[in-house]
């Protein structure tokens, strides 16, 4: 039986639901800059490089003023999404008591990142922290630089993300990966074909399982 020691958590979609806070942030700073309409999909399909990196490739003459006028709105309309997940608080809470290490890595980028962790009351639990990077995805890089910095065993420690990209890169740096599928915007039929180490539907449920293994 695996023993845990150490977790790294994704945010969006993991820690809360701020994918729609995403898209309408990116929606109210870019469609003026464009000067049309953007598309959900089209918004979604530039993700992987941070916040920076999805408006560097739909505005790139705007950049600067598109990413001022992004963490604007982000912060902005951030009351849509005032909370994390039901049951987050007290289950990093419960793993901090229990003397669990933790860390965030996450694809935003560091700003977004610093309004949403202050929103939801969460930044005492992350003094580690890799974020992501506007030249494209880094998660891989981004959870090996955490390992090193917590000085993890690789065999203690699990990765808990949403998305299809969060198992990938779990795997590419060779820790294990607990899919969270507890989101509205998370489906788990894109997550069951990559093999999952675990698959978990509610917070609940994660914080009663790794109970066992810490």
């Known amino acids: 039986m695996i023993k845990i020691n150490t977790v790294i958590f994704?945010?969006?979609?993991?820690l809360a639901d701020t994918l729609p806070l995403c898209i309408a942030a990116f929606k109210k700073s870019i469609e003026p800059l464009l000067?049309?309409?953007?598309?959900?999909?089209?918004i979604i399909a530039t993700f992987g490089p941070s916040e920076e990196g999805?408006?560097?490739?739909?505005?790139p003459e705007h950049e600067e003023e598109g990413v001022k006028s992004y963490?604007?709105?982000?912060?902005?309309?951030?009351?849509?999404?005032?909370?994390p997940f039901d049951g987050i608080k007290e289950l990093l809470q419960f793993l901090e008591d229990k003397g669990v290490k933790?860390?965030?890595?996450?694809?935003?980028?560091?700003?977004?990142?610093?309004?949403?962790?202050q929103q939801f009351g969460l930044t005492e639990y992350f003094t580690i922290l890799?974020?992501?990077?506007?030249e494209g995805p880094d998660k891989v890089n981004g959870i090996k630089r955490a390992l090193k910095r917590l000085n993890a065993d690789v065999n203690q420690?699990?990765?808990?993300?949403d998305a299809p990209s969060d198992i990938v890169a779990a795997k590419a740096a060779g820790i294990s990966i607990a899919a969270a599928a507890w989101a509205k915007t998370t489906d788990d039929k894109e997550l069951l074909p990559l093999h999952p180490d675990w698959i978990f539907y509610t917070v609940e449920e994660f914080k009663n399982w790794i109970a066992d293994l810490i």
Request: proline fraction near 3%.
């Open 35 to 42: 000067g049309k309409t953007i598309s959900e999909r089209e």
């Open 102 to 117: 933790l860390a965030m890595v996450t694809g935003k980028g560091v700003h977004s990142t610093d309004i949403s962790l």
């Open 71 to 83: 963490l604007k709105y982000y912060a902005a309309l951030h009351h849509t999404c005032p909370q």
């Open 54 to 59: 999805t408006i560097r490739q739909l505005v």
């Open 10 to 14: 994704d945010l969006d979609g993991t």
């Open 130 to 134: 890799e974020t992501g990077k506007p």
């Open 157 to 161: 420690c699990i990765y808990v993300g």
